[in-house]
Every structure is written in structure tokens, then in C-alpha cells.
């Protein structure tokens, strides 16, 4: 009978050998490349070795008890009720178990929260559907968009490496410091989420939630949206590159501060029609696609189509007015925040010559061209 319990204690340890291989393949949560990620991989790490203990135990005395007391060896069952001290047992020993398992669960939260002697601190606002970044001591500040091409979205073009994963602009941050990151949304409920840097953390308009990164090993970190934020959801990812201190140095001398990827400077120069176009249609997908469409048609009723829209192709000054201030509390943001006045004039001018537009707007003896320069005009006359 002996080498039977052998054998069966032999193949439960097999087994945790399996699972303990499991725990370094790829199927397992990422160690991460922060403080905070490694400490909550060791908390589910030991969660997870709990649990096969358990497993073992129960398992094995579940499948000896097949086997050793099996009907064809003529078993009888055991006629008992109510046996106190096996239900005080089995009362305590998971009591312990949850115990044991709450207190590291506790102190790993209270370092989470633990937002102190940070040094740097980092604002990230989700909108519908991008990310911005502000750097609060810094004064750098900028918006980070999807950077897949809408040919690639649409089987049009071979898809990139990082397809769906990579932006415009990456947040830069330093390795070895602790970085404070307030997060929180502008429109509807975003969430943050970066698996190896250890964070998902709600982005709620209204409220800050605060969390925190200390990044050990330099490197790209990609996350996504976590939480179901409208149409485009699945296309505002998160590229956090993690860099030696002196490149951070570097980087935030490379930047004004302001909106540091937008000037808001007036680029001024005036640009063919031809060129306006191109660039306004690269903009136009890049910028204004996930709501109002390819073809102009929009989303009705939830997004406007810009197709024979009457603004779109009116008075020119009203519709970059329109357009640089959006409209409050509505998907239709100001991007007078977020563009340069080359790229809005770019814009007006694609969206004023597309889709048959140019028609209606030429019937009114109206350009369809917009100069960076009328976009300036318009920019200065709203300023209060
Ligand atoms: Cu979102």
C-alpha cells in the first residue's frame, strides 16, 4: 500500500514543479519594471502557491480516498454526524489561511496609496479617445494619439509591429524616481492601465486618482484604455518610455513648455492648396476619423456628419471658430488645445473640399483654402 501513497505524493510534487514552470512562462502576470509591479507580483505569486498547497492537500486525500476505499474492494461508508472537532478544524485553517494571505494584500495597498516624497509629478487626462500628459514641474504638456494609419485599420495596409499599441507622442518619464501620477478624464471614464508598469488606475471626470510609478528597468511600456469608453475605446493606447535620468534631462530641454508638440505659436507661411490638402487628410484621420468617418457621413445621431454640413462649408471664420473651440460638454473637443494653426488650416481645408463640399462652399463665393494665417486671425479674435 505504501508505494501507492509514494507514487501519488510523487505526482502531486511533479506537478508543482509543472505549475512553478507555468509561473515563469509567458501565460503568467509580468513581473513588471517597477517597485510596485514586482511587489504585486510577489503578492500573487504567493496567493498562487497557496492555492496549489491547498490543491495538493485536498486533491490528494480526495483521490486516495477513490482509490483506497473504492466500492470494488468492498468499502462500507461511514454512518457520523456532527464531529465538533473536525468542524472547528476546518473553520481555522482557512481563517488562518485568509489571514495570512490579507496582511501582505494590506501593506502592498497602503503602498500603492503611498504617494509621498515623489518627484516628479504627472497629470494624465483621458479624453475620447487619446491620452494627455502633463508634466506639472516641468510645464510640459501634450496630447497622445494613436499613430496606426487608418490604411492599416483597414486591411489596406500591412500591419505595423506595434499595431494599435503606438502613439504619437510617448510619455517619457525617468527611471529611479518615484513619479506621482494624477489621474482623471475630461469626458467620460477612461482607465489607465499599463500592466508592467503595475498600474490600472480609473481615470473619472471630476476626480483625481492618484498612483504611483518608480521604474527600475529602462524600456517601452504599452498599455491600453481599461475601461469601455465609447466607440473608439480600443484605440487610445498608452507608450510610456522609461529612460536614464540625464536622457530625461535631455528630453525636457528638447521641449517648450506649453502644449509642447502643438506650438500654438502661429506657423504662418502660407502652403499650396495641394499641400493643405495632404496634410489635412493625414490630419483628418489622425484627429477627427473615429467620429465624423472616412466619407464625411459621420455617426448620426451621436456624431454630425461634416458631408454638405452647412458650418463645415459657411463662413470660413465661423467654422475654424467652430472647430478650435468645439462644443462644451459634447465628444466634439476644442482643438484649438490640441492642433497648430498649419494643421487646423489643413484641415478646414480638406474637410471644405472633400466629399463634394467644395460645391456649396464655391456657390457661396467662398476659398475652400485656409492659411494657417486665417486660422491665427480667428485664434486671436477669441482670446477674451
Ligand atoms: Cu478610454
Known sequence: ?????????????????????YAESELNMPVGGTILSEEIYKLHMAGFYVCCGIGVVVFGVLIYSLIRFRKSKGAQAAHFHEHLGVEIIWTTIP???????????????????????????????????????????????????????QDQINNKAKKSEWYLLEVDH????????????????????????????GVKQDAIPGYINENWIYVTKPGTYRGQCGELCGLNHGFMPIVVKAVPQAEFDQWVKNHHPGNSFTPLQPALNPLTGDALLALGKAQYEKNC??????????????????????????????????VL???PGT???????????????????????????????KQQKYSTVIQ??????VRQGSKP
Open 325 to 327: 473651440s468645439g462644443v
Open 95 to 149: 481563517f488562518l489561511i485568509l489571514v495570512a494571505l490579507a496582511i501582505p494584500a494590506t501593506i502592498v495597498l497602503g503602498h500603492i496609496h503611498n504617494t509621498d516624497k515623489s518627484a516628479l509629478t504627472l497629470k494624465i487626462t483621458g479624453y475620447q479617445w487619446k491620452w494627455k500628459y502633463e508634466y506639472l514641474d516641468q510645464g510640459i504638456s501634450f496630447f497622445s494619439v494613436l499613430s496606426t494609419t
Open 170 to 197: 510617448e510619455a517619457v518619464v525617468p527611471i529611479n524616481t518615484k513619479i506621482k501620477l494624477l489621474i482623471t478624464a475630461d469626458d467620460v471614464i477612461h482607465s489607465w492601465w499599463v500592466p508592467a508598469l
Open 1 to 21: 500500500m505504501h508505494h501507492r501513497i509514494l507514487r501519488l505524493i510523487l505526482f502531486f510534487t511533479s506537478a508543482l514543479f509543472v505549475l512553478t514552470a
Open 372 to 377: 494657417p494665417k486665417d486660422v491665427a486671425k
Open 331 to 361: 465628444a466634439m473637443q476644442a482643438f484649438g488645445e490640441q492642433l497648430d494653426d498649419q494643421n487646423i488650416a489643413a484641415i478646414m481645408t480638406y474637410i471644405r473640399s472633400a466629399w463634394g463640399n467644395s460645391d456649396l462652399v
Open 289 to 322: 476619423v473615429m467620429c465624423h468617418q472616412a466619407n464625411g457621413a459621420g455617426l448620426p445621431p451621436s456624431f454630425p456628419a461634416l458631408k454638405k454640413s452647412r458650418i463645415v462649408t459657411g463662413a470660413p471664420d465661423a467654422a475654424i471658430a467652430f
